[in-house]
């Protein structure tokens, strides 16, 4: 089993930034990547940029340039710096882990970006 747990949301103006955390319990044995989705209202659920095992990663093309996804295996971490940030950034935002068997998916971080 995989427990995640995410921190660093909240509101900021456009133009900020905000960091995100996400820490995964138990064992990172089998993960094949580790990555941020976000879903805002009425809209489906969207990759935001994810990291492999191997460290490569792969970014929304509406924040390329502005996200960036890294991650501290030791800890089990993975995070996203979010810079100038657009109010069309506005979403909750959900932690993955993809393992061999399955996805476990953290409890979701509000982000709200003001005009």
């Known amino acids: 089993q995989v427990q995640l747990v995410e921190s660093g949301g909240g509101l900021v103006q456009a133009g900020g930034s905000l960091r995100l955390s996400c820490g995964a319990s138990?064992?990172?044995?089998?993960?094949?990547?580790m990555g941020w989705y976000r879903q805002a209202p009425g809209k489906q659920r969207e990759l935001v940029a994810a990291?492999?095992?191997?460290?490569?990663?792969n970014y929304a093309d509406s924040v390329k340039g502005r996200f960036t996804i890294s991650k501290d295996n030791a800890k089990n971490t993975v995070y996203l710096q979010m810079n100038s940030l657009k109010p069309e950034d506005t979403a909750v935002y959900y932690c993955?882990?993809?393992?061999?068997?399955?996805?476990?998916w953290g409890q979701g971080t509000q982000v709200t970006v003001s005009s």
């Open positions: 993955n882990v993809n393992k061999l068997w399955g996805d476990y």
């Open positions: 138990g064992s990172s044995f089998g993960i094949n990547a």
């Open positions: 990291i492999t095992s191997g460290g490569s990663t």
